[in-house]
């Protein structure tokens, strides 16, 4: 019990004071370098996939593919009738929304199949949904924890079962991370933190995974003809943080327009055409913590995330799985 109480408060006072750090790093920078706006071509006639795109960078992120002309397939745990009244009936010929629980896997599965029988190819993935949430270590009915479900599974399962989609089109896949990832922290013996759970360790955790699932997959991605990043736009207003942070951020947080550029700077930046793999920070690429770089620890990740996906992963001849 004590041990379980002081892993608990450990990762509250961790993050929170990275993120102190990591906010007055951006203060810091953003003295020195102005906000960025980008003139991305017409997107006119490609296809996105963007979840959680009803709130903050999401929502940003859709609505500006929107305006670019491109049709965006969006989704959130939100009931269909709030995306309409969301972003509007008139722009409704230029979306598609899909309520999705990202925590499910059974639900992952069987979007990413109605996508594959329903379009010929897609032009980029934008996996934006993300939760901080505390479930006090309980799994769910596929026996996953909630958190790393939506933060890391779903997007790995996503992004596999969608691979006929992108190969040979040049399409990119985003992974929107965090910052935290310098933490390092990744427990591959208990990484559905069973024995000890923080929901802060948690979040540590699965944005990790998301920078080395990228790591790992974007050599062979790039042969197949698309490319995957993992991308942390900045720190914005979030409940991530406690109320110290969230008031100093109120003055030094990046905007969503801001924070949702930096994503689509990674995704429709012809300066990134062929860059695969990589950690982005904004608009700079920078070498991962040293966890990442670490070639035994991304063959055990990806081994554990294989075994723990393998009954919704589409394994045929045509689409190559996750194993190979």
Not at 72 to 78: A, D, E, H, L, P
């Amino acid at each position: 019990m004590l041990s379980r109480m002081l892993f608990q408060v450990s990762g509250y006072v961790l993050l929170h004071v990275f993120g102190l750090w990591a906010l007055l790093q951006q203060i810091l920078k953003s003295c020195s370098t102005p906000p960025k706006k980008f003139n991305f071509v017409s997107q006119e006639g490609r296809i996105f996939v963007v979840t959680g795109g009803l709130r903050g960078i999401g929502r940003m992120i859709v609505e500006r593919l929107i305006d670019l002309g491109a049709f965006v397939i969006m989704t959130s745990r939100s009931p269909p009738e709030t995306a309409l009244k969301s972003i509007g009936t008139a722009n409704s010929w230029r979306f598609r929304y899909v309520q999705l629980k990202l925590e499910s896997m059974s639900e992952v599965s069987e979007f990413c199949e109605m996508i594959r029988k329903e379009y010929a190819r897609l032009d980029g993935v934008v996996c934006n949904a993300g939760t901080l949430s505390g479930s006090d270590g309980r799994l769910t009915s596929e026996n996953l924890e909630p958190q790393q479900a939506v933060n890391y599974f779903s997007n790995v399962l996503m992004v596999e079962n969608l691979r006929p989609l992108l190969r040979r089109h040049d399409s990119r896949v985003i992974l929107v991370s965090s910052i935290v990832q310098w933490l390092g922290y990744c427990n591959l013996e208990d990484i559905m933190l069973e024995r000890l759970y923080s929901p802060h360790w948690g979040y540590a955790q699965s944005k990790l995974c998301q920078v080395a699932y990228a790591r790992h997959r974007g050599r062979r991605f790039l042969q197949e003809g698309f490319t995957i990043n993992a991308v942390h736009p900045g720190l914005v207003a979030s409940s991530l943080y406690n109320a110290i942070i969230n008031f100093l951020g109120s003055f030094f947080f990046v905007s969503l327009e801001s924070g949702a550029e930096a994503v689509l700077h990674a995704l429709l930046s012809a300066s990134l055409d062929g860059v695969s793999g990589q950690y982005i920070e904004r608009f700079d690429i920078l070498p991962p913590v040293r966890r990442v770089r670490d070639e035994k620890f991304l063959t055990d990740l990806h081994d554990l995330t294989t075994r723990y996906l393998n009954p919704w992963l589409e394994c045929d001849h045509e689409h190559q799985a996750l194993s190979e």
